[in-house]
């Protein structure tokens, strides 16, 4: 039993946390967000330079063959300095179902992936699905030299900024039947495709699109046809994953916060900390954060597991982390006060990124609800 | 014991639906619903509208240009704006320095303020809280010294809510420092356009532009400009926690805004092809959040019969700001929760701002109601030690 970090990972994790602390300043994040921009261009491109964009790109296509293990120290800063970059859509999620694309297309967009020229976006939830990832209604006929894409998606992080779509749709199959399912590619700029952008409250530009008749060519298919489910949850297992490990960062940096406050500032004469009150409050989110974190662990090793296993830890994990870290964003505000509630102080910030973090790929509540399918009598063992 | 009402009450009941029904604007509802506050001027707009048929001040006495109301009307009143979806009226003019106008003020200040309050005409706003006296009021800095006839205001308020739109402001200042913390506390009402006043915008996490950061420096004011007496100023507050009793039944009451809200969005949203109202756990979350508010709504009818029979409370008005505060963050939160991916789009960038991002902006906001108006760990301090004996 070892949940030590390799040499080589802890060096990623002094880099990455280094970076976010060099390029964390809050005004000029606040500034970027006012200007209307969705993440720092410039940033991106240095993290190109890092080699961040490759991590999880395979060798054999130009990228260095890193695990969840890196992604998770990547993704922790993430969460920790706030960065709005497409990292989790762009370098976890479509680099796993890029993976089963042909060679044409991993060519032409995975180059552009790593060097941060090239956004991928997952469009993963539809309107009557809510957060049940099988249930599609989205429409994928066979046409002359491709297939028309038809219907609706509620979500794609990241969606605003993306250069290309993953479109998971129908080609067989009921409603949530996880068979008939397939992936496809579609540009944003393909016809028929209407792209709705909205920047949620952490600031991040989201999108829900509107496929009508949007033809795509057959070489955009993603695997094989009717067969992508299995892929389809296990990138979003891995975005998933990733979206711990930044709410993981987020809650030990608020934390961290939300500590120097209660030891600085005095009210009635002493400082807030020496209150008994506010300590249990402090030492309650001190919990929360190594619950999350060490549902972070279980999560992250999980996605190298068999896909039972795999379904069932990520499932508790989103739930307990989804809890938890909820708990530590809204006391963070609440222990700050006035200040806490304000657009000028981080601490607001970070309790709409764990809010938005909670949402994503389901929030709590679904989870737990997955997890207790997966437990009823008769269900596959794990 | 009962509940019924008289054939007086209902009867008036009436009269309010119908005013309601007749005259609250449809732009504001789904926003109230949502908790969301409204723009300064729909406040205005609707303080005209209440003025024009006689109820501009509910809670106030008639002599004052008050409706002389007594307290089950106001609950009547309140739970009927509720249902409606009517806003709170703004309350920092009506509840927090009005009724000390009345009480402690002097007949020229009772007849220069307390008409403007009731007319919509004037917009009060409220300076007691400094950057570093915040739940310890009473720390307070900010410096009136008497110059002749005049005082000079000298000081720094903080999360002054509205100053940007008000054109008065009471505040809290130091006469004596040497007196102890309370004892040399002074109450000023003064205009805010007088020379000396700087007014900072401090944008809340709820991305909306309610409060303000404000600067007084060497601000003269007419002596004129006290309130009472020099020095007692801190105890002149006293006379709201009486009156609290009835601002919270107003806000409390509202609870039933947001729990339709959540409902009616379980009672829409279908995933595959069933309500989410009918899914078990859904159910139950909502009969949970249904009982809590009934529990809480039976603590405000108790409240506002006591205050009837001028029976006193004891920490009842702390216990229901704690336990509104927690339902309005948990309900609002749970309705977010059933918008699911609909609640992502808090500010749109290609279609205008829809309906949809108005729950997550009240529930952001809600966030505010657990430190506002003594945050809730000093609630609580307040009920173990009055109440409590601990």
Request: proline residues 4%; charged residues 25%.
């Amino acid at each position: 039993m070892n949940f030590d970090l390799s040499e080589e990972q802890r060096l990623l994790k002094d880099s990455a946390w280094r970076y976010g602390a060099d390029h964390g300043d809050l005004t000029a994040w606040r500034a970027r967000v006012a200007r209307g921009e969705a993440y720092d261009a410039a940033s991106w491109r240095r993290m190109a330079d890092l080699g961040w964009l490759a991590l999880t790109v395979p060798e054999d296509d130009g990228g260095l063959g890193a695990g969840p293990f890196e992604t998770m120290v990547v993704a922790e800063a993430f969460g920790r300095y706030l960065m709005l970059e497409p990292f989790v859509s762009a370098c976890v999620i479509a680099p796993v179902l890029l993976g089963a694309a042909t060679d044409a297309v991993r060519a032409r967009l995975l180059s552009g992936l790593v060097e941060g020229g090239v956004v991928v976006s997952l469009a993963d939830a539809e309107p009557a699905g809510r957060f049940d990832l099988n249930r599609i209604t989205t429409r994928a006929e066979v046409v002359d030299g491709g297939y028309r894409l038809t219907g609706e998606k509620s979500h794609a992080l990241d969606g605003g900024v993306a250069d290309w779509f993953i479109v998971p749709a129908r080609t067989a199959g009921a409603d949530d039947d996880e068979a008939g399912v397939s992936l496809f590619l579609a540009p944003a700029k393909a016809e028929g495709l209407t792209v709705v952008r909205g920047r949620a409250m952490d600031n991040r530009h989201n999108a829900s699109l509107k496929l009508d008749s949007v033809v795509v060519p057959g070489e955009n298919l993603i695997g094989d046809l009717g067969e992508g489910f299995g892929l389809l949850r296990k990138a979003v297992d891995h975005g998933l994953v990733a979206r711990l490990a930044e709410a993981v960062g987020a809650m030990d940096a608020v934390h961290e916060m939300t500590l120097e406050y209660l030891k600085t500032r005095k009210q009635f004469g002493q400082t807030l900390g020496s209150f008994q009150a506010l300590q249990h409050r402090a030492v309650d989110m001190a919990i929360a954060c190594e619950e999350a974190r060490s549902m972070m662990y279980l999560a992250t090793i999980a996605l190298s597991g068999d896909a039972a296993r795999r379904r069932k830890v990520i499932a508790a994990a989103k739930a307990r982390v989804g809890q938890t870290s909820l708990y530590v964003g809204r006391q963070a505000v609440q222990l700050h006060g006035g200040v806490g509630f304000t657009e000028e102080l981080a601490v607001a910030h970070y309790l709409k990124r764990l809010i938005m973090i909670d949402m994503a790929f389901g929030n709590a509540d679904h989870h737990r609800a997955e997890l207790a399918k997966s437990l009823k009598p008769g269900a596959v063992a794990a | 014991m009962n509940l019924d009402l008289t054939p007086e009450q209902l009867a008036f009941r009436e009269d309010v639906r119908a005013f309601f029904a007749e005259n609250t604007p449809e732009s504001f509802k789904s926003r109230v619903r949502a908790g969301m506050r409204l723009e300064p001027e729909e406040f205005t707009r609707w303080q005209r509208l209440l003025h024009a048929r006689g109820w501009g001040a509910p809670s106030w006495p008639k002599e004052y240009g008050g409706a002389g109301w007594d307290p089950t009307q106001l609950y009547i009143f309140e739970t009927e704006a509720s249902r409606a979806d009517a806003p709170v009226q703004f309350h920092q003019g009506l509840e927090l320095i009005g009724p000390i106008i009345f009480t402690f003020g002097s007949e020229a200040q009772k007849a220069r303020y307390l008409p403007a309050i009731v007319s919509g005409d004037d917009w009060w706003c409220q300076g007691y809280s400094e950057p570093n006296a915040g739940s310890d009021l009473a720390s307070l800095s900010t410096r009136a010294v008497r110059d002749g006839d005049d005082y000079v205001i000298s000081g720094q308020k903080a999360w002054t809510s509205y100053a940007h739109v008000a054109n008065r402001m009471f505040l809290l200042a130091r006469t004596d420092p040497d007196a102890r913390k309370q004892a040399g506390i002074s109450l000023f009402l003064i205009d805010l356009d007088t020379p000396g006043v700087t007014i900072r915008p401090v944008i809340t996490m709820d991305e909306i532009h309610h409060t303000n950061e404000v600067f007084l420096d060497d601000v003269r004011v007419p002596g004129s400009a006290l309130l009472g007496e020099e020095g007692k100023g801190w105890s002149y507050g006293k006379v709201l926690l009486d009156r609290e009793r009835g601002v919270t039944a107003a806000t409390t009451t509202r609870l039933a805004q947001q729990l339709r809200g959540a409902r009616q969005a379980a009672a829409e949203t279908i995933v595959g092809g069933a309500r989410l109202a009918d899914d078990p756990r859904v159910a139950d979350r909502l009969a949970q959040f249904e009982l809590e508010v009934m529990a809480l709504e039976a603590m405000v009818m108790r409240t506002m019969a006591e205050a009837a029979s001028g029976q006193d409370s004891g920490p009842r008005a702390s216990m229901i700001k704690i336990r509104w505060s927690e339902l309005l963050q948990q309900i609002t939160e749970y309705w977010v929760e059933l918008q699911g991916y609909g609640a992502m789009a808090f500010a749109a960038l290609d279609p205008a701002e829809t309906p949809e991002a108005w729950p997550a902006k009240g529930m952001v906001y809600s966030r505010v109601t657990s430190i506002y108006g003594g945050s809730n760990e000093i609630q609580r301090n307040i009920i173990a030690r009055r109440a409590l004996g601990l």
